[in-house]
């Protein structure tokens, strides 16, 4: 009887297992977009990197799901201000305003969120690659996927000093095997690799700025600017080696780098900027806009 009891509540437990597993498991429906990405398109404020150090479970209270569909349509809060707070399909926080950008503008019916502040292409956690193997496990990276979104590297432009060919080796090689993981689970899926507005003007930026939004303070900075330039390279020439599109950010973010009076990002001290921001160093109001948007004039996702 005890043996009987034993092997009955194993069986139990085995069924329970695999019944919580395909729960957490799911299909997206067909056509849907796939972002991957770092916190340039997670937009976290302040508290969410922190709690991006302890994931949420896609499950959690907090979590309203990993699909921007799922997001409320009153969208009363200007992007780029921590509105409504989700935990993406890889537990990280977002307020979900690329996202929702994205699909607001394109029309495509479900932008399935993978991005993460501190995501790299190779040189830290979490990678790209492994976001992207996070998607295919959990239903999203699919035969019937139809773009796939990514927004990386600059993570890995710091973390090697000023050994510039480590770096170059990180982002190539990172962004290669991310594309390899979407030709392996969504092989008829359009690749989307968009790089990063311009930070720099004429060899210099700007950390902080003056008593107006017109009035900012220039630092030369020619290895950010250098740094900037050879991330774009890469990135380009990957994307296009591999057949997948490269959305060049630069030509419509002239004129928006982190000196000017309508600049897409928040400086490191930004007494008035032109447009609210969650964190300094990363994309304003103006900027999420802008950026969300760009995808679309490029004429990048297939619809």
């Not at 479970?57 to 921590?82: K, L």
Request: glycine share 8%; with cysteine; charged share 15%.
């Amino acid at each position: 009887m005890r043996t009987k009891l034993a092997l009955l509540t194993a069986i139990v437990a085995a069924t329970a297992s695999l019944t919580a597993g395909a729960a957490a498991a799911h299909t997206a429906p067909p056509g849907n977009t796939v972002l991957a990405g770092d916190s340039v398109v997670a937009n976290p404020a302040p508290f969410d990197v922190v709690r991006n150090n302890m994931p949420l479970s896609s499950g959690s209270a907090t979590d309203t799901s990993s699909s921007s569909s799922a997001m409320s349509g009153s969208s009363s809060d200007a992007p780029g201000s921590s509105k409504d707070i989700m935990a993406t399909g890889v537990g990280c926080v977002t307020d979900g305003a690329i996202a929702d950008e994205i699909r607001q503008v394109s029309g495509v019916a479900r932008v399935d969120q993978y991005q993460c502040s501190g995501a790299s292409l190779a040189s830290g956690e979490p990678r790209i690659d492994d976001t992207l193997r996070t998607a295919a496990e959990q239903g999203d990276l699919t035969r019937s996927t139809r773009n796939v979104v990514i927004v990386a590297g600059a993570n890995d432009t710091y973390r090697y000093g000023l050994d510039t060919q480590a770096v170059d080796h990180a982002v190539r090689s990172g962004l290669q095997n991310a594309i390899d993981v979407i030709h392996e689970h969504a092989p008829n899926a359009k690749i989307v690799v968009v790089g990063y507005p311009r930070v720099t003007s004429d060899g210099t930026t700007c950390a902080n700025s003056g008593l107006h939004s017109s009035d900012p303070l220039p630092i030369p900075t020619p290895l950010i600017a250098a740094t900037e330039e050879r991330l774009q390279n890469n990135l380009r020439e990957v994307a296009e080696h591999n057949g997948a599109t490269f959305v060049d950010a630069w030509p419509a973010s002239e004129g928006h780098d982190m000196c000017s009076p309508q600049r897409w990002w928040r400086n490191l001290f930004d007494v008035a900027p032109p447009a609210p921001g969650n964190i300094p160093l990363h994309l304003n109001a103006l900027g999420i806009h802008g950026y969300g948007r760009l995808i679309l004039t490029a004429e990048a996702l297939v619809i």
